[in-house]
């Protein structure tokens, strides 16, 4: 069985929150239903936040016996709920073991859920248990590897239904975090959105900064009377501001540092970073500043924009 038998069908649906005019009402397969299960181990918690990642609601540790409940609350929820994950796991067998049976209810309602089945070979898997000192959930008083295999039986039906089988032996958390953003998520929610934050250095570093510039190497237009009371944001800072000898070198220079360290951090897994441009107030450099970044970063074709943590605040 090859790893992905449908990915042309694995796009998730759109989640407009109603149909256009003249358009045909949504039906149960608009939702976009995506269920997780696999062995214990195998990396269902990474798949999960990779999910959500991409946008999708994620139940974890649903009984398969609320599947259809679950979904057709969605449907009905409408707008972002009709992107829905659903894992599952040995847990979840207490209430019901028929996932055949589930995934068939569902299909009977219309709905098109699609089954990923994530699995590693037992040597890797007995490490995985290892490293964290955890017991399997099915060992008992046996060895990890009779554990593993009572819940493969248990799951070899799910494995042959399963649209996607993903085996993670020798994937590391970010390789299997890119698989399923490659398959569910579409190129926009893999890519890095970069905030510019501009604030004042006399209220306090921005906690969540990733970088951190300093504009209070430029003059400050709070000392010219007839820029004293505008702002970054306005024609007249700005350009006394950007007109400075240094700022442009400046601004080109962060983005470029920016531009290069991007596609890494995309790698990593990253989804938001934030480079806060700092300067006494917030109002005028650091504001002025920020704008002209975000604005040169969007021209590289970042997702980049500016906001000001500080501006009003005198």
Known sequence: MSEARTTADLVPAGTAMGPAVGQPAPT?????????????????????????????????????????????????????????????????????????????????????????????????????????????????????????????????????????????????????????????????????????????????LPPDADFVMDARFLPNPYWVPELREHTGREEAVSSYVLGQEGADAFVAGYADLVNATTAGFEREGKRYLTVAVGCTGGKHRSVAIAEELAARLRQSGIAANAQHRDLGRE
Not at 62 to 84: H, S
Not at 155 to 171: G, K, P
């Open 28 to 204: 149960e397969a608009d939702t976009s239903l995506v269920v997780v299960t696999g062995l214990s181990g195998g990396g269902r918690s990474t798949v999960a936040r990779a999910l959500e990642n991409v946008g999708y609601y994620v139940v974890d540790n649903l009984p398969q016996a609320l599947m259809l409940d679950m979904a057709e609350l969605a449907f009905k929820a409408g707008g972002a709920a009709r992107r829905t994950a659903m894992v599952l796991d040995v847990r979840s067998r207490a209430f019901s073991t028929d996932l055949a049976g589930a995934i068939r209810e569902l299909k009977d309602r219309g709905f098109s859920p699609r089954v990923v089945f994530v699995d590693a070979d037992d040597e890797v898997l007995i490490r995985r248990f290892e490293s964290v000192r955890r017991s399997h959930p099915l060992q008992g008083e046996g060895r990890l590897a009779d554990g593993i295999a009572v819940e493969r039986d248990l799951l070899e039906e799910a494995r042959d239904q399963a649209d996607v089988i993903i085996d993670t032996s020798h994937l590391n958390v970010n390789q299997l975090r890119r698989r399923v953003e490659e398959l569910f998520g579409g190129e926009d929610a893999r890519r890095l959105r970069i905030t510019v934050l501009s604030f004042g250095f006399k209220y306090g």
